[in-house]
């Protein structure tokens, strides 16, 4: 009888794997493949704003890279910035310095990206539906539908919107740049 796990072939596995955990980890200590936090083929690579003063809860390099990773992954400033810990007039007032030009064309790349990946998980639940399951207090399964949303297929086919004065006037005249 052959043995279905293969016991030997998968402690090679194994090993091989945490070999490759081990150097993704080691890159991400370094800060990125090149060892400087900037890898070329990434669309969300900038150069971090250098801080004029060295605070451990301000905008650190470490922290302007994980809000451009939480922008990228959720799509909305507010809660990129609740991700990280950070207020939005702090994020504002970065974006607005003169050199933050790369940081502001990963913010606007981070959140197109986020947008999209919001746009086809909308699209998504839309037509295909999600799974809602009830159950009762006893535990007994009630029923699961899939409903869809006509809705939400209409608002993820509406336009952008462009910036509102209303809107524009919050974030001091830079909304959107």
């Not at 993704?24 to 801080?51: H, K, M, R, W």
């Not at 702090?90 to 940081?103: C, E, H, N, Q, W």
């Not at 952008?160 to 006037?169: D, I, L």
């Amino acid at each position: 009888m052959t043995d279905p796990l293969n016991r030997s072939n998968a402690a090679a596995v194994l090993a091989s794997v945490l070999a490759s955990l081990d150097t993704a980890q080691a890159e991400i200590d370094a800060g990125g493949p090149t060892g400087d936090g900037f890898d070329p083929d990434d669309p969300l690579a900038f150069t971090p704003v250098p801080s004029a003063t060295n605070r451990h809860d301000g905008w650190t390099p470490d922290r302007q890279r994980q809000f451009i990773e939480a922008l990228a992954v959720m799509g909305t400033v507010a809660r990129a910035l609740r991700a990280v810990g950070m207020t939005d007039a702090s994020a504002y007032k970065l974006r607005r310095r003169p050199d933050a030009v790369s940081f502001a064309q990963a913010w606007d790349i981070a959140l197109e990206m986020g947008r999209g990946r919001a746009y086809d998980i909308a699209m998504d639940r839309a037509l295909y539906g999600y799974t809602v399951t009830r159950i009762t207090r006893r535990g007994d399964l009630m029923d699961i539908r899939h409903p869809h949303d006509a809705g939400m297929v209409m608002a993820a086919l509406r336009p952008k919107r462009a910036a509102s004065p209303r809107n524009a006037g919050r974030f001091g005249g830079k909304f959107g740049k």
